[in-house]
């Protein structure tokens, strides 16, 4: 809260109010530093107000203070100016010294930090990595809704499984089970019938025991659906949007990346795209074991994304290793990932619109079309063909920010041993 009563100049009377991120005094001046709208805000107390040098030095850190007085401008201090203040008034005294530092030094685990997770927030490193994550979202809007998509929210209570598996959430629906949500992705095919172009950015849940430095159990994830186009033309979308967001990033977020220590890249010329058969190629060329057919995990990517570096396309996957929606294409599927070296950030490709193909493919892999009767019904009334894709916006964050841990960009993450704060 900051309220320039006479304007930003000298003398003028000022009223602001933060919480204390760091004070020192030394002998008869004291320096206050205000975290006011997640920026630094100096106060300084002279020696010729030893009321206020007495208040200000019981003042704890981590307090909220309200200061009113008169502005001094100088290019010392954070803004450019200072208050003199003339009355410090403790809105919300701290009890307690958090166990680390806002301004650096050692930090204790993320798990002890996410105890008192508001409070871990303060850091500077912590807020600039959430006003990026604000950036990333913002610029993702203004990218979609420029060429011609609308934002839409589908519901996350559902009644079957999205993609099959037995990774779901299950829940009491009244007298009823029901789960929650691992994609919005049948909803968003169905929503292109009338819209064409959408998309949604909200959470995922999927219920698998993992507790690694990339997975959570509740994730958000940015899903685009287009009509009339195919996978090479939502993938070059996908390509725009990856480009159009970093540019941004990188002009509006100049000082959170300054905080973070933290360059960031974005490609130059267009994003390299293999298919999966040169994939496997690359990795037995390197001495890894791996058929075709086989799914690419931790290992082989690590090894592909060395050899790759930075953002990379995987397309033509088998068919095998793609959910029941994706288009068939012989033995492979019309299909890509995203990566960013081993860091898989993206998934796509064309769906199947033709009711017939798609009964067949969930009998392929097991399902009962029966569930899915609420989905298959709508193709009877002239499914176009489409394409989409799912942006992991967590795993984005852990590329822009340089952070190795996912749960450092997630506000408030859910894993398999955390449902608090």
Request: glycine letters at 8%.
């Amino acid at each position: 809260m900051l309220k320039l009563k006479e304007g930003l100049k000298e003398g003028g009377r000022v009223v602001a109010g933060g919480w204390l991120a760091s004070k020192r005094v030394q002998g008869d001046i004291a320096f206050l530093v205000l975290f006011e709208s997640g920026k630094e805000l100096q106060v300084t107390i002279k020696g010729d107000n030893k009321r206020l040098l007495e208040k200000a030095e019981k003042i704890r850190e981590h307090s909220s203070l309200i200061v009113e007085g008169t502005i001094h401008l100088t290019e010392k201090a954070p803004r450019g100016y200072e208050i003199y203040p003339t009355k410090i008034r403790i809105v919300s005294p701290a009890k307690k010294i958090p166990p680390f530092h806002v301004y650096g030094g050692n930090l204790p685990s993320i798990d002890k930090r996410l105890d008192i997770r508001a409070v871990d927030l303060r850091r500077v490193k912590a807020m600039a990595i959430f006003k990026l994550r604000h950036l990333l979202l913002k610029s993702c809007r203004e990218f979609l809704s420029k060429r011609g998509f609308i934002e839409v929210q589908t519901s996350k209570i559902i009644s079957s499984a999205t993609e099959g598996g037995a990774a779901l959430f299950p829940i009491m629906y009244y007298d009823k089970e029901a789960f929650l949500a691992q994609s919005p992705q049948l909803y968003k095919e169905q929503l292109i019938m009338a819209f064409e172009k959408v998309f949604e950015i909200g959470p995922i849940f999927r219920a698998e025991p993992f507790r690694t430095l990339r997975h959570l159990s509740e994730a958000f994830s940015l899903d685009v659906e287009q009509a009339f186009v195919d996978y090479r033309e939502i993938m070059d979308l996908l390509e725009e949007l990856v480009k159009y967001v970093l540019t941004e990033i990188a002009n509006e977020g100049k000082e959170e990346l300054k905080d973070l220590r933290y360059e960031l890249e974005i490609p130059e010329g267009p994003i390299p795209r293999i298919t999966y058969d040169q994939a496997i190629e690359i990795l037995q060329g390197k001495g890894i074991e791996v058929n075709w057919g086989d799914d690419l995990g931790t290992k082989e990517l690590e090894v592909l994304g060395s050899e790759m570096n930075g953002y990379y396309f995987i397309t033509d996957w088998p068919l095998s290793l793609k959910p029941f929606y994706i288009m068939p294409k012989g033995r492979l599927s019309e299909s890509f990932d995203l990566m960013y070296k081993d860091l898989e950030l993206s998934s796509g490709g064309t769906r199947i619109h033709r009711k017939s193909l798609l009964v067949k493919r969930l009998k392929e892999q097991g399902l009962k079309p029966k569930g899915f009767d609420y989905h298959l019904r709508v193709f009877d009334y002239g499914m176009p063909p489409h394409a989409g894709f799912g942006l992991g916006i967590d795993r984005f964050m852990m590329v822009i920010t340089g952070v190795n841990n996912i749960r450092e960009v997630v506000l408030y993450p859910r894993d398999v041993r955390r449902l608090i704060p």
